[in-house]
């Protein structure tokens, strides 16, 4: 039968009831590695719910120290955890959620010395950073090593979702081909974040990894979606990708 | 970034567009934003359309009729009756700059 202890059979019950997932789809979960960038808004109900549904290995990078303005909206970090590391933080409750699952904990920023080898061990990435020179720099990464990641971002009362199938459907870049400059994009910090706004998205790119890794459904590609909360409508928009892409067009110019 | 969500930014942009229509520049469109049909009055060009919804210009792209345009200079880019706009809101997260 499938490779599922007892435990996790009960564990995994409704997720193993579901036709379209059953042992098959638990023990893709059981053998997925996720990349998980960010411990925050976004990061934390990305990492309680794939915790939670058994997804196998998770990767979970993070450089940052739990702040009280985070736990508006950071829902995998308590108010004990003041000061400490976001990773261990998030390792912690990780943990008290699901103890089978494999956390590897890397408390350092994303970098472009680092994200390679990174990459290499996992086969699906999650952003849930909170820049755009990172948000670029992944990526960029992730066409080139053709890893398929689910972005997310979060400003206000408005989300976007893109799931993306790195050189083969619409990246980030080809909607939006460069950062913003410096100070044109407000930050939450300074625009604000209504709290469970990045539950909403965060959960979505959840929901998108699962989808990923069991196969099941359609996945975002070559769509993006945007939430807006004040009118609690979402709106889909068509992505195609750009021949002019600089990362995943004709004629690339960063390689 | 300056004065998101102030009432003194909407005022004054609620001010130019008004300005602009009653230079005579105002035109009648329908058209699709957001997937929604909707009947537009004033300028012909994007920066106006945006700025009579009360958008934040600045971290948006626009696409238009399945195009999408990486560029700022929202008074330059002509809107046409029938056109489908979306706008694309950038959305950074916590921090403008890492260190």
């Known amino acids: 039968m499938f490779n599922l202890t007892e435990e996790e059979i009960q564990r995994y019950a409704r997720h193993i009831i579901l036709p379209e997932v059953g042992g098959a789809g638990q023990e893709k979960l059981k053998q997925a590695r996720v990349l998980v960038v960010g411990a925050g808004g976004l990061g934390s109900p990305v990492l309680l719910y794939l915790t939670a549904a058994g997804g196998g290995k998770i990767g979970l990078i993070e450089d940052d120290v739990v702040d009280i303005t985070n736990l508006q909206r950071q829902v995998l970090h308590f108010t004990p955890d003041l000061g400490r590391h976001k990773a261990e933080s998030a390792e912690e409750t990780m943990k008290k959620i699901n103890p089978l699952v494999e956390i590897d904990v890397y408390k350092e920023r994303l970098t472009k010395d680092n994200i390679f080898p990174l990459l290499e061990k996992y086969d699906i990435v999650v952003d849930g950073v909170d820049n755009f020179p990172t948000r670029y720099l992944l990526n960029d990464a992730c066409v080139m090593k053709r890893k398929r990641r689910v972005e997310g971002g979060i400003l206000r009362f408005m989300g976007l979702i893109m799931t993306i199938d790195g050189g083969s459907s619409a990246c980030y870049r080809c909607v939006f081909e460069e950062p913003p400059p410096p100070g044109t994009v407000p930050s939450c910090a300074e625009a604000g974040i209504l709290g469970a706004v990045a539950g909403v998205v965060g959960t979505l790119q959840a929901t998108e990894v699962l989808k990923l890794i069991t196969g099941v459904g359609k996945p975002l590609y070559n769509r993006m979606l945007q939430f807006d909360a004040e009118e609690l409508s979402f709106h889909e928009v068509k992505a195609q990708r750009n021949p002019k892409c600089p990362v995943c067009g004709e004629n690339p110019t960063i390689t | ?99």
């Open chain 2, 1 to 99: 970034m300056a004065g998101i969500g102030l009432d003194a930014e909407k005022d004054s942009k609620v001010l130019s567009f008004e300005t602009k229509c009653r230079e005579g520049e105002a035109q009648t469109l329908s058209l699709v934003v957001q997937g929604k049909k909707v009947t537009y009055r004033g300028p012909a060009d994007m920066r106006s359309l945006l700025e009579s919804r009360g958008e934040n210009t600045l971290y948006a792209n626009v696409r238009i009729n399945g195009e999408v345009l990486n560029r700022r200079d929202f008074e330059n880019i002509p809107i046409a009756e029938g056109d489908e706009i979306d706008i694309l809101y950038f959305m950074g997260g916590g921090i403008v700059q890492p260190d």
